[in-house]
């Protein structure tokens, strides 16, 4: 049915703009802002896009609904269908206390899609997972990649199913009673699609590592800003999403007094109070700054929480024995103590990795580590090898379950990256699907260039364009089913089971948290109140210097005949409840 449609595109840099519907141009008119306005009788599903000055291309929406057949292609009109909700009494869930898991739609499943991968929901509800974090979703070019390389923001990648799989994916989510995170890049746009530079002064003269840098702060900057935040509420309010991930915002270069994380913090605790459930912000930095998740009463920009790799870091190098990279400060116990102590190892202390003095302590009397997510796999940290191998790949499954046990017995708000839980060994590797040969072969020369340059053969290095690499990244879901994955899985549960079980396991203060360790015989104990979290990172059996009755372990322990001690296998951990000892 063809009804009265309004069309508008923020635009002030072409002189002239043409709406593109259906074949046919429809004059459009300019107001004193820059954006041009068009009332066109347009039926659903209509194609649509915007013709600049006398260059005939038609370019699709900036804020684009649906791009069926590509980021180059026009935009198609499109709503979500509101009875296709089942979620009306879904009142959100809170991040502290909660499991996250971050999943990437594509490689999740066999299939690659939002239906496919609500097919395996059952799994993540039976493992105790809160929170499903899905890496970005939104238009990229090609139809395979990681999803960093956005530029059509508002839209959802269509191989995966586009907004209406979205909109399902998320109901599946709400009806087990789990939300869902979505990771978002607002730092960067793609190389290739990317049109915004044409519309207006949406970049700015800087660039990032990876890609065009918004215009946050110069002129014309208001209605870019304003672009990021009403994506950013487009995902809460509209797909019903609980919580978004930002993607690296230390890449945000913003000199206004207001900066565009607090300005959004804003926006969506108005947005909360409005759909009366809570809706999260966690910031993915390297800065080690508490600011991002300081109340912003207090002088900060009042985001929810942060991710924290100084935690991965240290777990990671010290169960493992690397040290290259930056992980050249980790990997004695000393430090993996101290970071457990104080949410970030550098705060205020020298990084030989960066070369300077980095980080800020936090203030453990006013910042849960709640506000801290901790892990021990990411896409990043996996997919960033040379290689994508997993810990599953060179790790015993002894060391997998210590790591595991780290994480989900520490203060910070644990996450899981998928197939963790059950030691999975098929690699997570970078790969993209750039249609243009040049990009094409700059993507593939440039991730063997960096890591022949750390000593890596050539010849080892997958090739992103190469669709092998990206089909050997997906998920065998048959492997959870075989020893000794399965026990990994049951362990995993088992340790978020007694996350929810114990009080103990959820205390968000740093201050209750105490931490013992002997760094010539490997162990670690976490002291949670009267909860003992017993690990022994070395392969031999050892004394550990604590008592408490076992509730659960890798290995089964044996205990002193006073009750003082505990013998910790190698590569094993035991959680202890001491009940009434000091």
């Not at 600049?52 to 292609?73: I, K």
């Not at 996250?100 to 509800?125: I, N, P, Q, S």
Request: with cysteine.
């Amino acid at each position: 049915m063809t009804t009265a449609r309004h069309f508008d595109v923020w635009a002030p840099s072409p002189r002239r703009v043409r709406l593109h519907l259906d074949g046919t141009l429809h004059p459009m008119t300019r107001d004193a802002e820059g954006w041009w306005h068009a009332d066109v009788d347009a039926p659903p599903g209509a194609r649509y896009g915007y013709v600049l000055d006398d260059d005939p291309a038609v370019l699709p929406d900036p804020r684009s609904p649906r791009q069926p057949e590509g980021v180059h292609a026009p935009s198609t009109l499109h709503t979500l269908d509101a009875d296709g909700w089942t979620d009306s009494g879904w009142t959100g869930r809170q991040l502290a206390g909660s499991v996250v898991y971050e999943l990437h739609v594509g490689t999740f499943t066999v299939e690659g899609t939002f239906d496919a991968a609500a097919a395996r929901l059952d799994h993540l509800a039976d493992l105790g997972v809160g929170f499903v974090e899905l890496m970005p979703v939104n238009g990229f070019n090609g139809e395979l990649g990681w999803g960093y390389d956005g530029v059509l923001w508002y839209t959802v990648h269509e191989p995966y199913g586009g907004p209406d799989g979205l909109q399902r994916f998320v109901d599946a989510c709400h009806r087990r009673g789990m939300g869902v995170i979505l990771d978002v890049v607002y730092n960067h746009l793609g190389p290739s699609g990317n049109h915004l530079h044409r519309f207006g002064p949406y970049l700015s003269p800087s660039r990032t590592a990876w890609g065009d840098a918004l215009n946050l702060d110069g002129p014309g900057s208001g209605p870019v800003r304003r672009f990021i935040v009403d994506n950013a509420l487009r995902w809460l309010r509209d797909f019903h999403v609980d919580g978004l991930r930002l993607d690296a915002v230390h890449a945000l270069t913003d000199r206004t007094a207001t900066h565009l994380l607090e300005e959004l913090a804003v926006e969506t605790e108005a947005l909360s109070a409005h759909l009366r459930r809570p809706l999260t912000l966690i910031a993915e930095s390297d800065l080690n700054d508490p600011t991002l998740i300081t109340p912003r009463s207090a002088g900060g920009y009042g985001l929810h929480a942060q991710w924290d790799d100084d935690v991965h870091h240290a777990v990671h190098a010290a169960v493992s024995g690397e040290r290259q990279g930056y992980y050249g400060d980790f990997g004695s116990l000393q430090c993996l103590a101290t970071t457990l102590r104080q949410g970030f190892f550098h705060a205020g202390t020298f990084s030989s990795f960066r070369g300077r003095t980095h980080g800020r302590p936090l203030d453990l009397r006013r910042t849960p580590a709640s506000a801290l997510l901790a892990y021990t796999c990411t896409h990043d940290q996996i997919g960033n090898r040379a290689t994508g191998d997993r810990p599953g790949e060179y790790l015993t499954f002894g060391q997998l379950a210590i790591k595991a046990a780290l994480v989900l017995c520490s203060p910070y708000t644990p996450m899981l990256f998928m197939g963790e839980e059950w030691g999975a060994r098929t690699p997570f590797r970078y790969f993209s699907s750039h249609p243009e040969p040049d990009l094409a072969a700059a993507t593939a020369a440039g991730r063997i260039a960096e890591f022949t340059a750390h000593g890596w053969p050539a010849t080892e290095i997958p090739d992103p364009q190469d669709p092998r690499t990206f089909e050997r990244s997906k998920l065998d879901w048959a492997e959870r089913t075989t020893p000794p994955h399965a026990r990994l899985l049951q362990t995993y549960r088992d340790l978020v089971s007694l996350r929810a079980e114990r009080a103990e396991l959820t205390d968000p203060w740093l201050e209750h948290l105490s931490v013992e360790y002997d760094e010539d015989t490997r162990w670690i104990v976490l002291h949670r109140n009267t909860i003992r979290v017993a690990c022994n990172l070395g392969p031999d059996p050892v004394t550990v210097p604590v008592g408490g009755t076992p509730l659960l372990w890798w290995d089964p322990p044996t205990q002193d005949p006073t009750g003082a001690a505990t013998v910790v296998p190698g590569h094993s951990f035991v959680v202890l409840d001491a009940g009434g000892r000091a």
